[in-house]
């Protein structure tokens, strides 16, 4: 009964050491399977490179680098709509992440589709969003005539990052533009 006990009070320890000798083995998986995307991408083997990033997007589908990086290399072999469909499942499928619909975002506004910007990236900003998403988005509205709209963007934009100065000068250009004909 004693040696029972000792082994139940050593579980949770021996579990511990299997569990960290997992994580270090995960680990070197991973680096391995980062290095030899790289290798693939450098010798211009996109297929391979595609094929490894889906598995590692498989397995870690919350990883906004992974799935970014396997979208762009999707658009780069002209597969589009594939890579707008892992765009918008990283969005449905991590609706905690602040940038889940940056990436379909970016999507539209790099193909000049600003219509399609708004539905995607509004309301989905907040002070944890990457200030691209917001470029995209008060861009969009601008080069669609919608001045309102971009300059609430901006300044939403402003009051999260207040040293932008890019987004100040961007903020003026549109004010510019909403003064009617005529004025100072």
């Known amino acids: 009964m004693k040696r029972l006990l000792v082994a139940l009070t050593l579980l949770p320890t ?3 050491a299997q569990s960290a000798r997992i994580d270090v083995i995960w680990t070197a998986a991973k680096n391995r399977m980062y290095k030899q995307s790289d290798y693939w991408f450098e010798d211009g083997d996109f297929p391979r490179c595609i094929s490894i990033l889906k598995f590692m997007a498989g397995l870690e589908p919350s990883n ?3 799935v ?3 979208g762009w290399m999707l658009e780069n072999v002209s597969k589009n709509e594939e890579a707008l469909a892992v765009y918008r499942e990283y969005k449905k499928n991590n609706p905690k992440d602040p940038d889940r619909a940056l990436p379909e975002g970016n999507y539209f506004y790099m193909r000049r589709e600003w219509a399609k910007v708004p539905p995607v ?3 989905t900003l907040s002070d944890k969003s990457h200030e691209n998403a ?3 988005l008060a861009n969009s509205y601008e080069r669609l005539g919608k001045f309102a709209d971009s300059k609430r963007v901006w300044e939403q934009m402003l009051k999260f990052y207040p040293n932008d100065g890019q987004a100040k000068v961007n903020l003026k250009r549109v004010l510019e533009k909403m003064k009617p004909s005529g004025s100072e």
Do not use: M
């Open 14 to 16: 021996l579990a511990s």
């Open 64 to 66: 906004y680098e992974i």
């Open 68 to 70: 970014t990086d396997l």
């Open 121 to 123: 990236l509004e309301g």
């Open 134 to 136: 917001f470029r995209a």
